[in-house]
Nanobody, 117 residues
Framework: QVQLVESGGGLVQPGGSLRLSCAASGTIFRVGTMGWFRQAPGKEREFVATINWSGTSTAYADSVKGRFTISRDNAKNTVYLQMNSLKPEDTAVYYC??????????WGQGTQVTVSS
């Protein structure tokens, strides 16, 4: 059974930083594309960032480019999202995703990020 467990969310002031982690189990972590998505209240879930299996290719939403960095450690079955210069509009539940070449998709339960003074 595949499990993705996010952690690292919380309350932070505008301009602050947070590092999210997503630990995977029950899956062949190293062969999957990993991604972060987020969903704000009343809005649809949106793409934030993605990283390929080897960590050599990344992509970001325009709204987070230059502020967020996605990385992965295949030895630890973990993907990270370093978030700097946080803004109130970054407030959302952040979800971890694994996409396999078979078409299978897995999601974590989400972690709340609140940016407020």
């Amino acid at each position: 059974q595949v499990q993705l467990v996010e952690s690292g969310g919380g309350l932070v002031q505008p301009g602050g930083s947070l590092r999210l982690s997503c630990a995977a189990s029950g899956t062949i972590f190293r062969v999957g594309t990993m991604g972060w998505f987020r969903q704000a209240p009343g809005k649809e879930r949106e793409f934030v960032a993605t990283i390929n299996w080897s960590g050599t290719s990344t992509a970001y939403a325009d709204s987070v480019k230059g502020r967020f960095t996605i990385s992965r450690d295949n030895a630890k079955n973990t993907v990270y999202l370093q978030m700097n210069s946080l803004k109130p509009e970054d407030t959302a539940v952040y979800y971890c995703n694994q996409a396999l070449s078979s078409g299978a998709n897995f999601w974590g339960q989400g972690t709340q990020v609140t940016v407020s003074s």
